[in-house]
Nanobody, 127 residues
Framework: QVQLVESGGGLVQAGGSLRLSCAASGRTFSSITMGWFRQHPGEAREFVAATTWRTGSTYYADSVKGRFTISRDNAKNTVFLQMNSLKPEDTAVYYC????????????????????WGQGTQVTVSS
């Protein structure tokens, strides 16, 4: 069974930065996709960013391009989300997710393909 443990959320002023981490444990991973999603209060979960172990490709939602960077440490089965130039509209609960099939392309933006989810971490950006 895969477990995902997130860390790094918190409160920051607009324009500031935060770095989220998500460590996967429970088995050996060779070809996976890991992503970040977020959920605003009362809204559906939305895609933020993803990266694939197999190709090293990265994907971003238009709303975060140029501000957020996803990276990974394959040896530690950990994915990071560096968030810069944060805006109040980035306030949300952020979830990391893992797709054991390692899908690439547009599929990474859909939460239906992810098998495991973290517990979520709150990010609050004050204006």
């Amino acid at each position: 069974q895969v477990q995902l443990v997130e860390s790094g959320g918190g409160l920051v002023q607009a324009g500031g930065s935060l770095r989220l981490s998500c460590a996967a444990s429970g088995r050996t991973f060779s070809s996976i996709t890991m992503g970040w999603f977020r959920q605003h209060p009362g809204e559906a979960r939305e895609f933020v960013a993803a990266t694939t172990w197999r190709t090293g490709s990265t994907y971003y939602a238009d709303s975060v391009k140029g501000r957020f960077t996803i990276s990974r440490d394959n040896a530690k089965n950990t994915v990071f989300l560096q968030m810069n130039s944060l805006k109040p509209e980035d306030t949300a609960v952020y979830y990391c997710a893992l797709d054991r099939q390692g899908r690439v392309g547009p599929a990474v933006e859909s939460d239906i393909w992810y098998d495991a989810w973290g517990q979520g971490t709150q990010v609050t950006v004050s204006s």
